[in-house]
């Protein structure tokens, strides 16, 4: 069954402090991964993108990584801040023989508190 | 640029009510238009996608329905709202093909009394 898993459902973490969110999926064919944003009451934004073939990838103080072999990925969040508090979307999308199908994990509430 | 709007942001209506909520895009042509619906703790639920003028694919059974009368419209409607109608629903658009990124609306906060 394809499946995006994310972990912790919810983190509270001072400011200042770094954090790491966890994502692993059993989705089939692989194609792409992301991580989305998404503030309370608002659309979810794209942070970043990776493919099978990536491992790091980084946007400001973001940085996601990829193990495509045990199927996880995880979003790095470095010298949180006030502003980082939303909630963080893993996105999972299957490839041709997927019918294109995109997967959204159920994301992790992230509180970051003064 | 390429924007997306959609509306109303807020609607409180009836039980057996109609809906309908609208969502357009601009600075693009011929887009991949998507409805989700997102329950609290849950991810988002694709309920309705398009790939060109009246052409529409639903993903589940629902009370719902959806239309693209326009290239760059996308409508969600309902002729009788249920209660398990409310919830928190999301237009988005795909650029670069069928895995591409999914640019998001501002979304639609539904609560059926």
């Known amino acids: 069954k394809n499946q995006v898993e994310q972990s912790p459902q919810s983190l509270i973490i001072l400011e200042g402090k770094n954090c790491t969110l966890q994502c692993n999926y059993t989705v089939s064919p692989f194609s792409n991964l992301r991580w989305y944003k998404q503030d309370t009451g608002r659309g979810p934004v794209s942070l970043t993108i990776?493919?099978?073939?990536?491992n790091t990838k980084s946007n400001g103080r973001y940085t996601a990584t990829l193990d495509a072999d045990t199927k996880q990925s995880s979003l790095h969040i470095t010298a949180s801040q006030l502003s980082d508090s939303a909630s963080y979307i893993c996105?999972?999308?299957?490839?041709?023989?997927?019918?294109?199908?995109?997967?959204f994990g159920a994301g992790t509430r992230l509180f970051v508190k003064a | 640029s390429q924007t997306i709007h959609q509306w109303p942001a807020t609607l409180v209506q009836p039980v057996g009510s109609p809906l309908s909520l609208e969502c357009t895009v601009e600075?693009?042509?011929?887009?991949?238009l998507y409805w989700y619906r997102q329950a609290a703790g849950r991810g988002l639920q694709l309920l309705f996608y398009?790939?060109?003028?009246?052409?529409i694919s639903s993903e589940v059974p629902q009370n719902l329905s959806a239309s693209r009368p326009q290239d760059r419209q996308f409508i969600l409607s309902s002729k009788k709202l249920l209660l398990s109608d409310s919830g928190f629903y999301l237009c988005?658009?795909?650029?670069?093909?069928?895995?591409?990124?999914?640019?998001f609306g501002e979304g639609s906060r539904l609560t059926v009394l």
């Open positions: 996105v999972v999308s299957r490839g041709l023989a997927g019918g294109f199908k995109t997967i």
């Open positions: 600075g693009t042509s011929n887009p991949n």
């Open positions: 988005a658009w795909r650029q670069g093909g069928n895995t591409g990124e999914l640019f």
């Open positions: 398009s790939v060109g003028i009246g052409q």
């Open positions: 990776m493919t099978f073939s990536e």
